[in-house]
């Protein structure tokens, strides 16, 4: 009888527990290929100590907003959650949505050791490229296939150095 009473409270206890709160808009809780199917992702690993990684956060807001087909995602790197993990996007000015779950073991890559590091998934979900250090608009750009795109921004004549002839004075 101890047994059944316990096992009414404690199904009592359970329903009575308040469902956990959606989350804010700028989190997800993990990579959600099939959402991304068909754009180009970018998924940089960032921490608030790494002075590379608060450099480049302006180059990936501008990545996402200008290019459609591109979706930018954070991680960070100390695996901060909560209050604290809003406090950092709000100072830093993040603008694109922090994976809650790391994604390394998913796409079968090793979690970054260095940091700012960002991983460029081609429209098929594929991992396609490892970028280490800092990167700006032209490297992402080049980076995802948006270099030469119609209003697509710079071409890769704006990017890449001009050829030198030898030859010429």
């Not at 700012?116 to 280490?132: E, F, H, N, S």
Request: some cysteine; glycine content about 6%; hydrophobic content about 40%.
């Amino acid at each position: 009888m101890k047994f059944v009473v316990a096992a009414i409270t404690a199904l009592l206890l359970t329903a009575c527990t308040a469902p956990e709160p959606p989350l804010p808009d700028n989190l997800l809780p993990s990579l959600d290929r099939e959402r991304y199917q068909g754009q180009w992702v970018v998924i940089n690993y960032w921490a608030k100590w790494c002075k590379p990684c608060i450099k480049e956060i302006p180059e990936l807001n501008a990545l996402d907003r200008k290019y459609e087909q591109v979706a930018v995602l954070g991680v960070n790197f100390d695996a901060v959650r909560g209050d604290e993990l809003q406090a950092q996007i709000s100072q830093l000015g993040i603008e694109f949505p922090i994976l809650l779950e790391e994604p390394s073991s998913a796409l079968g890559t090793p979690m970054p050791q260095v940091l700012p590091t960002t991983l460029i998934l081609d429209p098929d979900g594929k991992l396609v490229a490892t970028l280490v250090g800092p990167q700006d608009l032209a490297s992402l750009a080049l980076a995802t296939g948006q270099v030469g795109m119609p209003d697509s921004g710079p071409t890769a004549e704006d990017i890449l150095p001009a050829e030198t002839d030898e030859r010429s004075p």
